[in-house]
């Protein structure tokens, strides 16, 4: 079972996640609907359009917890943090990644590695290893095959 802090960036990822496919346009506006929905777990769902390719299609639908309060808070801090410092984060990304441009990564990679990043850079009462750890197994969950060693090996070199 998943604990309370990955239910959080599994949260925050589908809002980063729906803040860049343009729906709706504010961070804050993202956490407040999604908390208002009442999600459940369903195999087969896709949390974005139809044109979407598989690739970008995670496996399962993110699901919210009955009592979600401190999921939430910890939600808000993550979106708006990546938000707030999406310049400085992407940077770090584009540093760290080469011969990978930011366009060229799935939604769910690169947003993926903005959690990390921000927790890394702004989180310091959250410990880099599990920081990292998180990343990794959120990608195992909805990235591709090839998006847990990818994710790793940038994150990796942003110690």
């Known amino acids: 079972m998943a604990n309370k802090r990955r239910n959080a960036r599994e949260a925050a990822l589908q ?4 803040l860049e496919r343009g729906q709706p346009k504010k961070e804050t506006e993202s956490v ?4 208002e929905h009442d999600w459940v777990v369903e195999s087969d769902c896709h ?17 919210k917890p009955i009592n979600h309060q401190a999921e939430s808070a910890f939600t808000k801090q993550l979106v708006e943090g990546v938000h707030k410092n999406s310049e400085k984060i992407d940077q ?8 990978w441009k930011l366009n060229r990564m799935s939604f769910i990679d690169r947003n993926i590695l ?13 410990p880099l290893k599990v920081s990292i750890n998180e990343a990794i197994e959120i990608a ?20």
């Open 32 to 35: 407040v609907r999604y908390w």
């Open 140 to 159: 195992k969950t909805y990235g591709d095959k090839n998006s847990a060693p990818f994710i790793n090996g940038i994150l990796d070199q942003i110690r």
């Open 15 to 18: 809002i980063l996640y729906m």
């Open 47 to 63: 949390l974005c359009p139809e044109d979407c390719s598989d690739r970008e299609k995670p496996k399962s639908r993110f699901s």
């Open 92 to 99: 770090e990304i584009s540093q760290h990644s080469h011969n």
């Open 114 to 126: 903005r959690i990390a990043i921000f927790e890394i850079i702004f989180c310091d009462e959250i």
